[in-house]
């Protein structure tokens, strides 16, 4: 496909963990990006992997890469009620240039 | 260090009407990007700047967006006249450059066109 596809909604109870899923486009773009959207704040950059890597932890959060299905997972573990935010996945591919393209962001809801 | 920030962050206008926002990026970076979002689908791109030239305006939908970065510091985004689907939120990032050139964000513009 040309787009980057996520799911819209996911809704988790606190202390679960949460997998956000996003299909990305093309092959050849060097890094794979999530971004978080907080409530009336900008996008704030959360992690990214490099294409060569299959997984990357920092702390609560674990990025999957499966380069052959073009499939991006992020997986936050222990989720809190401060993690309810929408989360985009972006690529950059190299035709592009600079320039990213997001997927439509997965509102994350974190149930009490 | 301050962040990207956007002016105004609301603004509501009638369709016909002009409205222009500005972005001022972090201090030092030559790299400025516009973006937007509609309606909750995807942020789309709509055109990158280093220092007051245009690198890429691609993404620009129609000649009623005019962006500019004169002096290569801040950089407006007007819109004239305005459109019922342009509404969304503008968001702006800007960036030093590199390998990785991380994009930083502002908060992002919720236009609404009535």
């Known amino acids: 496909g040309e787009d980057v596809e996520q799911s819209l909604f996911l809704s988790v109870r606190e202390g679960d963990s949460s997998v956000i899923n996003c299909t990305y486009t093309d092959s050849s773009s060097t890094y794979l990006y999530w971004y978080k959207q907080e409530p009336g704040a900008g996008l704030q950059l959360l992690t990214y992997?490099?294409?060569?890597?299959d997984m990357k932890q920092d702390q609560r959060l674990t990025v999957l890469l499966n380069k052959k299905d073009k499939h991006l997972s992020l997986r936050i573990a222990d989720t809190q009620t401060g993690d309810s935010a929408i989360y985009f996945c972006?690529?950059?591919?190299?035709?592009?240039?600079?320039?990213?393209?997001f997927g439509p962001g997965t509102r994350l809801s974190v149930l009490p | 260090e301050a962040g990207v920030t956007q002016f105004p962050s609301h603004s509501v206008i009638e369709k016909g009407q002009t409205v222009t926002l500005r972005c001022d990026p972090i201090s030092g970076h030559d790299n400025l990007y516009w973006y937007r979002r509609v309606m909750g689908k995807e942020i789309k791109f709509l055109l990158h700047?280093?220092?007051?030239?245009?690198?890429?305006e691609s993404g620009m939908p129609n000649n009623r967006f005019l962006a500019e970065r004169t002096g290569g510091t801040y950089s407006t985004l007007k819109v004239q006249p305005a459109e019922l689907e342009d509404s969304g939120v503008y968001f702006c990032?800007?960036?030093?450059?590199?390998?990785?050139?991380?994009?930083?964000f502002g908060p992002g513009t919720r236009l609404t066109v009535l």
């Open positions: 992997i490099f294409s060569n890597m």
């Open positions: 700047f280093v220092k007051e030239s245009k690198q890429d």
């Open positions: 990032a800007s960036s030093q450059g590199g390998r990785n050139n991380e994009q930083f």
């Open positions: 972006a690529e950059r591919p190299p035709r592009l240039g600079q320039n990213f393209v």
